[in-house]
């Protein structure tokens, strides 16, 4: 006696079948390989570019994902709230702590979604970037919001007066000796708020150097690492 399904069967992809057999693990180390051989060529393309021509060109080509409705897009730490949000609660409680408010700092400030929710607890406000093209989106989209956008590169150009500089996901995509031009401008200000993605791991190496680019140092081959400027070479505030 032959059975007849009426069902047809159903369609199983070797990714599914590999997962199944060796667990989520396996992806997860394929995600991380196919990142790593991206960065690597990124960062070939980004070879002998200024920090201006860099990151124009990550942006032209959408390299930290993309928005339908945005010409510039500064990638999913900017606008997924879950990431977002905590920086700005944060920072918003430091600012209305203070007894004044002051004169505000945004260098990397990107394409300002993070930046013009803190904007309204600060007195002056200049925002920068290295990219002439987003600075004049920004200055166009955010002109109601009363901030001096400039055009700026932290590692060769001085930098603004202020009494609070935001620094925010910067310096990690910036080679160690142009994090260190960055650091000798530094004195004149009261507060340096820096955020930088760093290893769940506390034991972590870091400062581990890389190529300037889209990429991180949390996915460096020798170890996963961070940018901390207390550290070695930057060693800042040191005695």
């Given amino acids: 006696m032959e059975y007849k399904s009426s069902k047809m069967p159903a369609v199983i992809s070797l990714k599914s079948i590999v997962k199944r057999m060796l667990g989520s693990s396996l992806s997860r180390s394929l995600i991380a390989l ?10 070939r393309q980004m070879a002998g570019k200024s920090p201006r021509e860099a990151f124009s060109l990550i942006y032209e080509r959408h390299m930290w994902g993309r928005n339908e409705s945005e010409d510039f897009f500064s990638g999913s730490g900017s606008h997924e709230e879950e990431i977002s949000g905590s920086y700005v609660a944060a920072v918003r409680q430091f600012l209305v702590n203070l007894p004044s408010k002051p004169d505000a700092v945004d260098l990397g400030c990107g394409d300002f979604n993070v930046g013009k929710q803190i904007r309204d607890l600060c007195n002056a406000y200049v925002a920068c970037d290295v990219v002439p093209a987003l600075i004049e989106r920004n200055r166009k989209v955010f002109s109601e919001y009363d901030v001096d956008f ?7 150009d001085p930098l603004p007066d202020g009494e609070v500089i935001f620094v925010r996901q910067v310096l990690q995509h910036l080679t160690n000796e142009q994090i260190s031009r960055f650091v000798r401008k530094l004195g004149n200000q009261k507060f340096l708020v820096l955020t930088e993605h760093l290893p769940f791991h506390e034991n972590f190496v870091p400062n581990i150097d890389k190529p300037m680019g889209p990429g991180i140092r949390l996915g460096n081959d020798a170890a996963a690492s961070g940018v901390v400027l207390t550290s070695p070479p930057f060693n800042l505030w040191e005695e």
């Fill in 150 to 156: 400039r055009c700026l590169d932290i590692t060769e």
């Fill in 34 to 43: 196919r990142v790593k051989y991206r960065n690597k060529w990124w960062d």
